[in-house]
């Protein structure tokens, strides 16, 4: 049974993850990975 519980609170921790997680991502990191990349690779370009 012991297994069985852990089992459901990683299924229900990952829910969590998934409905919430892009709002809490963007929220920690105003910036989407996309824009990141491409600020990083004008700033590498740029002279």
């Known amino acids: 049974m012991k297994i069985l519980k852990i089992t459901l609170s990683l299924l229900f921790l990952y829910f969590i993850y998934w409905s919430m ?17 491409q600020l990083i690779t004008v700033e590498g370009v740029a002279p």
């Open 21 to 37: 997680g892009d709002t809490f991502f963007n929220w920690l990191f105003p910036f989407p990975p996309d824009e990141k990349k």
